[in-house]
């Protein structure tokens, strides 16, 4: 399987299964487009007829450049087989395994837990409007959660954990820093824990940032890994959906204290995350907004909604995103030669030294290596799912009580669902989000059809972008 594409001039070649990436000219471009379903006289015919114009486009030079992709072919970078028929590294073990014919992939029994999303808060101080947490609830009662479950939960994942070294915890609500003590205890207990069991833990804080101050950002530049703001743009974006209890807009609290808390960070990780929506399709603006505000590390993501509120993101909106996603690109570009770059979270794409076959066919982890906790200590697949009944895989406690939904998970890969084994995006995304296809269609191994169209613009911008770089080189 190949993809072909037009962008920014340059015009690429993409072979699925291999990986390989081919930026070629308009004929050679041409030409592999016909290579599977011409005849070798018929694409010559085709392109003499096409490049009838262009006197350098000769039999002789459309034979050579038949060659050249013959070789390409040969060699496996172009038309190469699928996927499917090759081994594949599996699990912690990394032993090789096979993918059968019949997409059920091989794992290990043993079920290595190596993350988890600690929900220390289901309660919120912001009243936004598209919270898929119903403003931090998760349509449930608000609570924060103990010390004690916290302590059960760091003990459940060095226990499950088996040989891995790294493990990583996420504090989520809701807002955490309403409970901000506890998540303090909870640090503290796993970085005595971690001696004991040779383990090293790696946080991650989700917050809106109003109660952010500097003991808060003192611990996090110590002990937080990595730091996520959420910030949707300009004043006016952001003031629209993310607003307190007495209805007042939240921009003017957070940004001075989200400049001071990135300044502080010296470099460690952090990134500013924000969510369009129909209201505001041109959020590259947003974009440009927050890295004038000085943040560099960014994330933009799409509303995921039910289509009838009045912030759903429409049919009609998907040729201004595709649009938006290529400025986008063109722009960071450009930027990067004037020596003022960004980083945008979903063009962070390394061509050389992306993850194993194996993560590339089954994505987040979710519901399998990686869990939430609620802070009652339910256990679920992941955040989207916690308040489902049908989705509480167990508890901290007593572990994990539903292998059914676990095997689900399991198989919840790019070669269980039919449209993803055509997709050429196939490898990117690992299947996508199980979350979103749950709630977009019903079943996790249903396809998000919406924001499979905006995942394949933005890795055709991603790929676009690694492609000029080398250029330049």
């Known amino acids: 399987m190949i993809h072909q594409y037009i962008l920014n001039g340059h015009h690429i070649v993409l072979d699925v299964n291999s990986g390989s990436i081919h930026d070629v000219d308009p004929l050679a471009y041409d030409i592999i487009g016909l290579f599977e379903v011409a005849s070798k006289e018929e694409l010559i015919a085709s392109m003499l007829s096409k490049y009838a114009g262009d006197a350098s486009v000769t039999r002789d030079e459309v034979l050579e450049v038949l060659s050249d992709v013959q070789a390409l072919r040969d060699a496996g970078q172009l038309f190469s087989r699928p996927i499917l028929d090759r081994p594949v590294k599996s699990g912690s073990d990394a032993s090789t395994q096979a993918i059968m014919p019949e997409a059920q992939i091989i794992m290990p029994e043993a079920q290595i837990i190596k993350a988890m999303c600690l929900h220390v808060a289901h309660t919120c101080n912001l009243n936004c409007e598209y919270c898929f947490a119903s403003q931090g609830k998760f349509h449930g009662d608000r609570a924060l959660m103990s010390f004690e479950v916290g302590k059960q939960a760091i003990d459940f994942l060095i226990a499950n954990s088996g040989s891995r070294h790294n493990l990583e915890v996420d504090f989520f609500g809701g807002e955490p820093l309403l409970n901000w003590e506890v998540v303090k205890q909870i640090v503290a207990y796993a970085r005595e824990a971690e001696k004991r069991h040779d383990k090293n833990f790696r946080f991650t804080l989700t917050t809106n940032g109003i109660l952010i101050d500097d003991e808060v950002i003192e611990f996090c530049n110590r002990e937080i890994h990595n730091v996520v703001l959420s910030l949707d743009g300009r004043k006016e974006v952001h003031d629209r959906l993310r607003r307190t209890y007495d209805n007042k807009g939240s921009y003017d609290t957070i940004v001075p204290k989200f400049q001071h808390f990135v300044e502080s960070r010296k470099g460690k990780g952090y990134y500013i995350r924000g969510t369009f929506t129909h209201d505001n399709v041109d959020f590259t603006e947003d974009l440009y907004h927050m890295a004038e505000l000085g943040f560099a590390e960014l994330s933009m993501e799409p509303v995921v909604c039910p289509p009838g509120e009045p912030y759903a993101l429409t049919q009609e909106d998907l040729p201004v995103l595709y649009d938006q996603y290529e400025k986008l690109a063109v722009e960071m570009l450009q930027r990067e030669r004037e020596g003022r770059p960004f980083t945008f979270y979903h063009y962070t794409l390394d061509l050389t030294a992306g993850p194993c076959i194996y993560k590339r066919i089954t994505g987040c982890g979710s519901g399998t290596e990686y869990l ?102």
């Open 372 to 473: 939430a906790v609620t802070p009652w200590g339910d256990l679920y697949p992941c955040h989207q799912f916690v308040g489902d009944d049908a989705f509480r895989m167990g508890d901290v406690w007593h572990g994990v009580n539903r292998p059914d939904l676990r095997q689900n998970f399991k198989s919840c890969n790019v070669f269980s669902r039919p449209e993803c084994r055509e997709c050429w995006a196939q490898l990117y995304c690992s299947g996508g989000c199980a979350a979103n296809s749950y709630h977009a269609g019903g079943d996790i191994s249903a396809i998000y059809k919406y924001g499979c169209d905006l995942f394949r613009k933005r890795m055709e911008c991603a790929i676009m972008m690694n492609v000029e770089r080398q250029e330049e080189k």
